[in-house]
């Protein structure tokens, strides 16, 4: 009378384990060569090691494990925020230089909301999918701006760039969608 339910393949939860594991097999021994050198050299090298793993695993769940094609912007904003709290981690555990503040993190940003933006219209998902995701890259870009004025960036032009993509994008999409662009805020941020 009823169909027989069908097996449910783990398939995905098993590497998901696999990967938990090795990811803190691989920091633990880590931490714990780190402690043992501690004497012959003082370094926390131990948490860049952490934060590289955790960024590759990210990676590697984002692209083999959840697939890519549905979420492209939610897979770019983690992907955005994972590197940047990976190279930040390791630029500051380095000596902090300033190379990722003033070079690498406004390059990243801008590549990844250029990448976004690209997808959205050639997919046509501006507003139904990135939409959320593109504003925060946004945000994010613009945000530049305020570490520059608190005197933490010493090279403008990277970031203003950035906050130039940024402006561009968002004045775009102001100039060209008007009634939608409102229409779309109203309901994301549940404002009439």
């Not at 098993?14 to 097999?25: D, F, P, R, V």
């Not at 000596?95 to 219209?121: A, D, E, H, M, R």
Request: aromatic share 18%; net charge positive.
């Amino acid at each position: 009378m009823y169909p027989l339910p069908q097996p449910i393949k783990k398939t995905r939860h098993y590497w998901q384990q696999a990967l938990n594991l090795s990811q803190w097999l691989i920091v633990g021994s880590s931490l714990w060569l780190n402690m043992l050198t501690w004497q012959i050299h003082a370094f926390w090298w131990s948490a860049i090691v952490f934060s590289g793993c955790l960024y590759l695993k990210k990676v590697i769940e984002v692209i083999f494990l959840h697939g890519t094609y549905r979420h492209v912007g939610q897979t770019l904003w983690k992907n955005f925020i994972f590197l940047s709290v990976f190279i930040l981690s390791l630029d500051y555990f380095l000596g902090y230089q300033g190379w990722t503040l003033n070079y690498l993190l406004p390059i990243i940003s801008v590549s990844t909301v250029l990448i976004l933006v690209l997808w959205s219209l050639i997919k046509g998902t501006v507003f139904r999918q990135e939409f959320g995701y593109l504003l925060c890259l946004i945000t994010a870009n613009l945000s530049l701006l305020w570490l520059f004025i608190a005197g933490k960036l010493t090279i403008f032009w990277p970031s203003g760039l950035s906050i130039l993509t940024a402006a561009l994008i968002l004045l775009v999409l102001v100039l060209f969608t008007g009634t939608k662009l409102k229409s779309e805020v109203a309901r994301r941020f549940h404002y009439k």
